[in-house]
């Protein structure tokens, strides 16, 4: 007998699919974006919401799990990990002293990432006001082609590094996700 969980889909139509078409929410009537902030920014709702789907349905201990020994991270340890990093991207654009960490120390948002409701929880609510606040801060620059902050990054890649960011954690997720209850597609 082996402690490996039997791969699995919920699609029906697609089975490489996390959901049938119907039920995705990443799925838009409209076609694609006009123009190039509208694209990225589509671009990185669709990842966020993928990251969410993927924790869907698990509890505390599946979040927390670390499922690929000798690594720390996990489901639970991703979340914590983009609400900090979304915070960190605030410190990109502005001049002023840079806002704490989060979670306090390096490491702290996977090592913190405890089966704990209450630390699922937070989890979830510091990343979407995190989200929501780095959002709000680069709603205020119109060219994507400004220079920001200390080290004069532009806007439009501050926005490319966001969508590829949550691009590869989601990566991780697809994987992590996968060894705890055996769920796959994309």
Not at 58 to 71: G, N, T, Y
Request: net charge negative; aromatic share 6%.
């Amino acid at each position: 007998m082996s402690d490996r969980p039997v791969r699995w889909s919920q699609a029906t139509v697609y089975p490489d699919m996390w959901a049938d078409p119907d039920d995705d929410p990443r799925n838009s009537e409209g076609g694609s974006p006009d123009g190039e902030l509208a694209t990225l920014q589509d671009f990185l709702t669709n990842y966020r919401i993928t990251l969410r789907m993927k924790c869907e349905g698990l509890d505390a201990e599946q979040l927390a799990r670390r499922s690929v020994p000798p690594s720390t991270m996990s489901l639970l340890g991703l979340l914590r990990h983009l609400a900090e990093v979304e915070r960190d991207w605030r410190n990109w654009i502005t001049d002023a002293d840079p806002l704490p960490k989060l979670y306090g120390r390096r490491d702290a948002d996977f090592d913190g990432a405890v089966a704990d409701p209450a630390v699922v929880d937070a989890a979830y609510e510091d990343l979407e006001r995190e989200q929501a606040a780095t959002d709000a801060a680069l709603a205020g620059y119109a060219d994507l082609g400004e220079r920001v902050g200390k080290d004069g990054i532009t806007v439009r890649e501050l926005l490319v590094h966001r969508g590829e960011e949550y691009a590869r954690h989601c990566g991780h997720a697809d994987l992590l996700r996968e060894c705890v209850d055996g769920r796959v597609g994309q």
